[in-house]
């Protein structure tokens, strides 16, 4: 096999996928996508479920449809493709050390990177419970992988710990299954879910939801036996007095993904500590010029439709380099989060370099009703959007059009959340 | 006057209906939400999505779905139907498993492509 590549992508779920099909498209000879497990697609494999590709394809497909499409338009192309290969570090001089059982140890070299490594769940330590450590604790990845993939059932009575989206989506999944979910406790007063998978996945199987409480104890020799359930105050301390108890073997946890950035870090790629991902550029450029970002790995989205459009743009970005080199420019302007916005991304924008427009995706820090978006520069305000509902579970996108960068002054695009009406 | 949330899509619209008044269906932003908020107060559907074994992949598992919405009531009995299925490698995404499942106007499709695999 070869050693140098026009583009190096590294992951293979939808994020990969995208990249290296728009690198490709856009003119990169020769692309190689790099992936860890046996198979491409990435944890859309194990997403059985169905609601992918609504944006995208304009039809419901399962994660392994709206993979398979990616996957088949892959291998209608002359993309390289290493399985079970697992990447050992990048360098700043955009070498990947990567390693297999076929080849060993390799050491390849790139024109241009994109960074698709997607993210990876918070784990009982990350959250620290207190209790036994007996065997039936799982993150509900984990759980949705032995059971959708490996037929593995991992409990028959289980209580879930968190109510983003794949705690939902496995409550409904192990109900199917015939075990019992006797709960879905959620630390915060509201869900970090979909409102349709609230519905759907617990609603559809009288799962109680317990808003505002959490796990305090894990009781269990060898096995999970029981839980301690209790409810919180405003500072998350749960509340002597209020403590819950349910009989259960299972308890599954869905309490966040962290961006998986070892290798970014490895290369001294700049990091946001708000996404815990890489900085990037209005293209997905990180802080190493002709490396790219995209996906899971930059920030936590809620939607693969969008991680696809957001992997188009870095693999475009990444084509363009490979022919015509670096994106030429000095103004740089600073998105900064403001008032109720938790990140925004891309955290720079090189005015020059904006094709029709620039796209900011963010996500506020609380639940809101009837509210506006304000866009204000360090002077005057650029852009308002209303919207009607707003929660921390759901990733927003707002479009800039090109034409508003020629009225924006200063080196800070201030983002922030106002109700409607109000003057600032 | 009945209020739901719309499950058509992630959007998750909040919808009401009003069964006095033929289902009429209120704070829809498309069509698919009216449909759905006088279906899921006359006769509710959904998608099922589950695994059923597969041998001579490399998983133990294929994925499959109902082709279209099934009345939810169905919903155990496909699930039961399912645990009896075992297909062979290899698959390939549309293979219809079961034609009308249940007596439902639904089949069983597969939804991943599993390629013959040996030790």
Same mark, same amino acid.
């Given at each position: 096999?070869?050693?140098?590549?026009?583009?190096?992508?590294?992951?293979?779920?939808?994020?990969?996928?995208?990249?290296?099909?728009?690198?490709?498209?856009?003119?990169?000879?020769?692309?190689?996508?790099?992936?860890?497990?046996?198979?491409?697609?990435?944890?859309?494999?194990?997403?059985?479920?169905?609601?992918?590709?609504?944006?995208?394809?304009?039809?419901?497909?399962?994660?392994?449809?709206?993979?398979?499409?990616?996957?088949?338009?892959?291998?209608?192309?002359?993309?390289?493709?290493?399985?079970?290969?697992?990447?050992?570090?990048?360098?700043?001089?955009?070498?990947?050390?990567?390693?297999?059982?076929?080849?060993?140890?390799?050491?390849?070299?790139?024109?241009?990177?994109?960074?698709?490594?997607?993210?990876?769940?918070?784990?009982?330590?990350?959250?620290?419970?207190?209790?036994?450590?007996?065997?039936?604790?799982?993150?509900?990845?984990?759980?949705?992988?032995?059971?959708?993939?490996?037929?593995?059932?991992?409990?028959?009575?289980?209580?879930?710990?968190?109510?983003?989206?794949?705690?939902?989506?496995?409550?409904?999944?192990?109900?199917?299954?015939?075990?019992?979910?006797?709960?879905?406790?959620?630390?915060?007063?509201?869900?970090?879910?979909?409102?349709?998978?609230?519905?759907?996945?617990?609603?559809?199987?009288?799962?109680?939801?317990?808003?505002?409480?959490?796990?305090?104890?894990?009781?269990?020799?060898?096995?999970?036996?029981?839980?301690?359930?209790?409810?919180?105050?405003?500072?998350?301390?749960?509340?002597?007095?209020?403590?819950?108890?349910?009989?259960?073997?299972?308890?599954?946890?869905?309490?966040?993904?962290?961006?998986?950035?070892?290798?970014?870090?490895?290369?001294?790629?700049?990091?946001?500590?708000?996404?815990?991902?890489?900085?990037?550029?209005?293209?997905?450029?990180?802080?190493?010029?002709?490396?790219?970002?995209?996906?899971?790995?930059?920030?936590?989205?809620?939607?693969?439709?969008?991680?696809?459009?957001?992997?188009?743009?870095?693999?475009?970005?990444?084509?363009?380099?490979?022919?015509?080199?670096?994106?030429?420019?000095?103004?740089?302007?600073?998105?900064?989060?403001?008032?109720?916005?938790?990140?925004?991304?891309?955290?720079?924008?090189?005015?020059?370099?904006?094709?029709?427009?620039?796209?900011?995706?963010?996500?506020?820090?609380?639940?809101?009703?009837?509210?506006?978006?304000?866009?204000?520069?360090?002077?005057?305000?650029?852009?308002?959007?209303?919207?009607?509902?707003?929660?921390?579970?759901?990733?927003?996108?707002?479009?800039?059009?090109?034409?508003?960068?020629?009225?924006?002054?200063?080196?800070?695009?201030?983002?922030?959340?106002?109700?409607?009406?109000?003057?600032? | 006057? @009945? /209020? +739901?949330?719309?499950?058509?899509?992630?959007?998750?619209?909040?919808?009401? !209906?009003?069964?006095?008044?033929?289902?009429? %269906?209120?704070?829809?932003?498309?069509?698919?939400?009216?449909?759905?908020?006088? @279906? /899921? +107060?006359?006769?509710?559907?959904?998608?099922?999505?589950?695994?059923?074994? !597969?041998?001579?992949?490399?998983?133990?598992? %294929?994925?499959?779905?109902?082709?279209?919405?099934?009345?939810?009531?169905?919903?155990?009995?496909?699930?039961?139907?399912?645990?009896?299925?075992?297909?062979?490698?290899?698959?390939?995404?549309?293979?219809?498993?079961?034609?009308?499942?249940?007596?439902?106007?639904?089949?069983?499709?597969?939804?991943?492509?599993?390629?013959?695999?040996?030790?």
């Amino acid at each position: 096999m070869r050693v140098q590549y026009d583009v190096i992508v590294i992951g293979g779920g939808p994020a990969g996928l995208a990249s290296a099909l728009s690198a490709k498209q856009q003119g990169a000879q020769h692309v190689l996508i790099i992936e860890r497990d046996h198979e491409l697609g990435g944890i859309l494999n194990q997403c059985i479920h169905n609601g992918f590709g609504l944006h995208h394809f304009k039809e419901e497909l399962t994660g392994p449809e709206y993979a398979g499409r990616y996957i088949d338009d892959v291998n209608n192309t002359d993309i390289e493709i290493l399985l079970d290969t697992m990447v050992i570090e990048i360098g700043e001089d955009k070498s990947v050390y990567a390693s297999n059982k076929e080849f060993g140890y390799m050491v390849l070299h790139a024109t241009s990177i994109i960074l698709n490594m997607g993210c990876r769940e918070r784990t009982r330590g990350a959250i620290a419970i207190p209790g036994d450590r007996p065997a039936g604790v799982f993150s509900a990845g984990a759980a949705q992988r032995y059971v959708n993939i490996e037929g593995y059932m991992c409990g028959k009575r289980v209580v879930i710990l968190g109510s983003g989206d794949i705690g939902l989506i496995m409550a409904r999944r192990m109900s199917l299954e015939g075990a019992k979910v006797l709960a879905c406790v959620e630390l915060m007063p509201y869900s970090n879910g979909l409102n349709r998978n609230i519905v759907q996945c617990l609603h559809d199987y009288d799962i109680p939801l317990y808003l505002g409480h959490t796990i305090t104890n894990i009781i269990g020799k060898d096995r999970v036996e029981s839980v301690v359930v209790a409810k919180v105050d405003e500072k998350h301390q749960p509340i002597a007095g209020t403590e819950i108890n349910f009989d259960c073997d299972c308890v599954l946890l869905s309490v966040g993904l962290i961006p998986e950035n070892e290798l970014s870090r490895s290369a001294n790629i700049d990091m946001d500590p708000r996404t815990n991902g890489p900085v990037v550029y209005e293209n997905m450029e990180t802080s190493i010029e002709g490396v790219f970002a995209a996906g899971n790995v930059v920030h936590v989205h809620d939607l693969v439709d969008y991680v696809s459009d957001e992997s188009e743009k870095a693999g475009k970005a990444a084509g363009l380099y490979v022919q015509h080199g670096a994106v030429k420019s000095n103004a740089i302007v600073y998105t900064t989060p403001g008032e109720g916005v938790g990140y925004c991304v891309p955290q720079k924008i090189r005015k020059e370099a904006i094709d029709k427009g620039v796209e900011l995706s963010f996500r506020v820090r609380s639940v809101y009703h009837n509210v506006e978006i304000h866009i204000c520069d360090d002077e005057k305000e650029i852009a308002k959007f209303k919207r009607e509902h707003m929660a921390p579970g759901e990733m927003e996108r707002v479009v800039l059009p090109n034409v508003l960068f020629d009225r924006v002054h200063g080196e800070h695009l201030h983002i922030h959340i106002q109700k409607e009406g109000v003057q600032a | 006057m @009945k /209020e +739901l949330i719309c499950i058509v899509c992630p959007k998750g619209c909040h919808l009401k !209906v009003d069964e006095a008044n033929d289902y009429k %269906v209120y704070g829809n932003t498309c069509p698919r939400g009216e449909v759905y908020g006088k @279906k /899921e +107060l006359t006769n509710p559907t959904r998608v099922l999505t589950s695994t059923v074994r !597969v041998v001579g992949g490399r998983q133990e598992r %294929v994925s499959v779905k109902t082709s279209c919405d099934v009345p939810k009531g169905l919903l155990p009995s496909i699930m039961d139907c399912l645990n009896d299925v075992e297909l062979h490698a290899p698959l390939h995404r549309g293979m219809k498993v079961i034609e009308k499942v249940c007596g439902s106007d639904a089949d069983i499709l597969v939804t991943k492509d599993i390629e013959a695999y040996e030790e």
